[in-house]
Structure formats: C-alpha cells, structure tokens
C-alpha cells in the first residue's frame, strides 16, 4: 500500500501473551489494514508460515466477498522469523478465540 498511514501494527502473538522480548521483537508483527486486522486479532483469519491465507470455518463468506478476500488467497511468504509468532497465532488464537465467545 502506498500510504502506510491507513494500516495498523498489529502483533502476532498478542502484546498481553508476549514476554518483554517478544512485546519489541518487530518480527512479531505486522502491518494491516484495520478490517484485516480485526478478522486476524479474533481468531477469525491466520496464515501459514508461506503466506496462504486461513480462514475460519465460521466465517462467513459474505465476509470475504464483500473484503475481496479469498479462501486459501497467497499474501507473500514470512521471515523465518516471524514463524514461531505465526504458529503460536494459529495454535492458540486461530478459531480458538471464537469458542470462547460463544
């Protein structure tokens, strides 16, 4: 995006999870656009480590039509650094977040 002022950092592992290191460790995060973001902070969409969108079963596909997301859509491979964050996203944020709230 050219104007990065539309997006917001976002931690993948969340700032209340994460130790001091972790909390300031920039590749524990990224930068999205706030809808995206929202979908991402609630469980509702994660990524594989080479950048394959997940998306949560519950989610409904009106979400992802109106957004022009796609299931299993590619958004560019992680650092190898930025793996360990994005498997503890999908092991424990991942549609995990959603039964909770139900």
């Known amino acids: 995006m050219a104007q990065s002022q539309h997006l917001v950092a976002s931690h993948i592992k969340p700032w209340s999870k994460s130790n001091d290191l972790e909390k300031l460790d920039g590749f524990n995060g990224l ?6 973001d929202h979908l991402f902070d609630k469980g509702f969409i994660s990524f594989t480590n080479r950048g394959t969108l997940l ?3 519950n989610l409904h596909s009106e979400v992802l039509d ?3 997301l796609e299931r299993n859509q590619q958004v560019g491979q992680f650092s190898v650094d930025q793996n360990k964050y994005l498997e503890y ?3 424990m944020i991942f549609e995990r977040a959603l039964s909770k709230s139900n």
């Open 31 to 36: 930068l999205l656009s706030p809808h995206i």
């Open 89 to 91: 996203h999908r092991d």
């Open 66 to 68: 109106k957004w022009h």
């Open 55 to 57: 998306t949560a079963q």
